[in-house]
C-alpha cells in the first residue's frame, strides 16, 4: 500500500471513530497509536512515549491551568458579576449601552479566561436576564452573547492559542500578541454594528428610563467602578509585567492566578465552595486539553513519518495546478464546514498535522496562520446547522429564546466575522504588528 493511502486510511479511521462519539482524544491517541504499531512495530511504541515526554517538557503548557484557574475564580468569586454592574449603570443612559456594555465584559471575561465557554455562561446567567427585562430585542441579545463569548478563544490569554502553538511549535507569546488587535478589530465592529442599529430602531435597545438613573447616586455609581476595576487591573498588571520584560509568559500567568485569588480575598468572597469549584473546574478542563495534546502529537509523529503532508502539496500544486491563495481559502472552508460538527481543539487536531506544515510550505506565516485559524474557528461555532456556539446558548437561555431566535440572531455577526477574516487575510500586519514590535522582527 502506497504512503498516501495509509494516510486517507489513517484520517477516515480517526473520523470514522469520532462520528461514533467517543472522546476526542481517545479516538485519535487509539489510531496514531494502533498505526504505530501497525507500520513500525515495536519501535512505534517510542512515538507515543516521545510525544508524552514532550507535552512534560513544555514549559509553556503552565500557562493553560493557571489562566484557567483565573479565571475560574473571577468567575466563582462574583467578581465578574461586578463588572456587568458597573457597566449596567455607566452604560445603561446610552441607546443599546447595555448591549455594548456586554461586549465589553466579554471582552474582559476572555482576557481573563481565555475560553468561549465562560464567556457564554456569564452572559447567558447575567447578561441576558437583564437585557431581556429591560425590553431589548431577544434576537439581537442572543446574537451579541454568542458573538461576544466566542472573543474568549481570540483575545489573550486565548486557551487555543496556546494549543496551537503546541501543535504548530511556534510561541504563544507572539500568538497571544498577534490576537489583540484582531480581537479589538472585531469587539470594535460588534459595537459598531450595535450602535448603528440601535439609533435607526430604538426599540431594540431602549436606555434606561431616567427614575431608573436617578435612583442610582453618584457615590454608588464611583463604588461600582472602583469593584468593576478589579479585574481589569489584574489583566492589565498581569499583561503589563511581561510586555516590560519583567515577567516571563508562565510567571505572568502566575501574577494572574495569584492576583485573583488576592481580590477574592480582599473582597471576601474565598469561601471553602468556591475554591473547591474552581479547583475542580481548573483541573477537568486541563486535563482535558491535556489529553488532546498528547493524542495530536502523537498523530502528528505517524503523519510526519509517512511523509503525507508532501503528498498534498504535491497534490494541489503540482497536479492542481493551484496557487497559495486558493488552498488557503480552501482550508478556511474546511474549517468552517467542520466546525459545524466539531469544537475548536477536536478541529485542530484533525487537521493540524496536515495544514500546518503545508501552510509553512507554502510560504505563510504560521504566527499570523493561527489568528486566521482562530478567527475562522469563531465563525465555524456560530454556523448552522449544529455551531458549538448555538446549542451551548440553547441549554442556557431562557425558554422565550428558541432555537430559531438563536439561529437568526447570528447572521449579522457571522458577516461581521468574515469581513474580520477578509481584513486580516489582506493586511497581515493588523495581526504581525505587535509581535513584530515586541519581539524586535
Not at 514549559?59 to 484557574?69: A, D, G, H, Q, S
Not at 449579522?412 to 500586519?429: D, N, R, T, W
Request: with cysteine.
Amino acid at each position: 500500500m502506497s504512503y498516501e493511502m495509509i494516510a486517507l486510511l489513517m484520517f477516515a479511521s480517526m473520523m470514522l471513530l469520532l462520528l461514533t462519539g467517543k472522546r476526542v482524544f481517545g479516538a485519535i491517541g487509539v489510531v496514531a497509536v494502533v498505526f504505530s504499531l501497525a507500520l513500525w512495530g515495536d519501535g512505534g511504541s517510542e512515538m507515543a512515549f516521545s510525544a508524552a515526554m514532550k507535552l512534560m517538557k513544555w514549559y509553556p503548557l503552565l500557562t493553560l491551568p493557571l489562566f484557567i484557574y483565573m479565571g475560574y475564580m473571577l468567575s466563582e468569586s462574583g467578581i465578574a458579576d461586578d463588572l456587568y454592574r458597573m457597566f449596567h449603570v455607566w452604560m445603561g443612559p446610552v441607546r443599546g449601552g447595555l448591549a455594548i456594555g456586554t461586549i465589553v465584559l466579554m471582552v474582559a471575561i476572555s482576557a481573563m479566561n481565555g475560553l468561549s465557554v465562560a464567556g457564554m455562561a456569564i452572559g447567558a446567567s447575567i447578561a441576558m436576564p437583564e437585557l431581556l427585562r429591560r425590553g431589548y430585542d431577544k434576537i439581537m441579545v442572543t446574537g451579541v452573547i454568542q458573538a461576544g463569548s466566542s472573543l474568549g478563544i481570540l483575545v489573550p490569554p486565548s486557551v487555543v492559542l496556546v494549543l496551537y502553538g503546541m501543535i504548530a511549535r511556534q510561541p504563544v507569546g507572539q500568538l497571544w500578541l498577534a490576537g489583540v488587535f484582531p480581537g479589538l478589530m472585531m469587539a470594535g465592529l460588534f459595537v459598531l454594528y450595535i450602535a448603528v442599529r440601535c439609533w435607526l430602531k430604538p426599540e431594540m435597545g431602549p436606555s434606561l428610563s431616567r427614575e431608573e438613573r436617578a435612583a442610582v447616586s453618584w457615590s454608588e455609581k464611583i463604588a461600582l467602578l472602583k469593584a468593576g476595576l478589579i479585574p481589569l487591573f489584574i489583566f492589565f498588571s498581569m499583561t503589563g509585567l511581561f510586555l516590560l520584560g519583567y515577567t516571563s509568559l508562565v510567571e505572568s500567568s502566575a501574577v494572574g492566578a495569584m492576583a485573583a485569588t488576592l481580590a477574592a480575598i480582599f473582597k471576601r468572597r474565598l469561601t471553602a465552595h468556591v475554591m473547591e469549584e474552581t479547583l475542580r473546574k481548573t483541573l477537568s478542563i486541563t486535563c482535558m486539553f491535556m489529553w488532546i495534546i498528547l493524542a495530536a502529537l502523537c498523530f502528528g509523529a505517524v503523519f510526519d513519518g509517512l511523509g503525507a503532508v508532501r503528498a498534498i502539496e504535491n497534490f494541489f500544486v503540482d497536479q492542481m495546478g493551484w496557487g497559495p491563495w486558493q488552498i488557503l481559502i480552501l482550508m478556511q472552508v474546511s474549517f468552517i464546514i467542520m466546525g459545524m460538527f466539531l469544537d475548536d481543539t477536536a478541529m485542530l487536531v484533525i487537521v493540524a498535522p496536515l495544514y500546518v506544515p503545508l501552510v509553512g510550505h507554502l510560504g505563510f506565516d504560521l504566527v499570523w496562520y493561527g489568528v486566521l485559524y482562530t478567527i475562522t474557528c469563531q465563525i465555524a461555532y456560530m454556523t448552522p446547522p449544529f455551531g458549538y456556539n448555538l446549542f451551548l446558548m440553547r441549554a442556557m437561555a431562557p425558554p422565550e429564546v428558541t432555537l430559531k431566535d438563536i439561529y437568526q440572531s447570528i447572521t449579522p455577526f457571522v458577516l461581521i466575522m468574515v469581513l474580520a477574516l477578509v481584513l486580516v487575510m489582506a493586511f497581515p500586519q493588523i495581526a504581525l504588528w505587535l509581535p513584530g514590535v515586541q519581539y524586535g522582527h
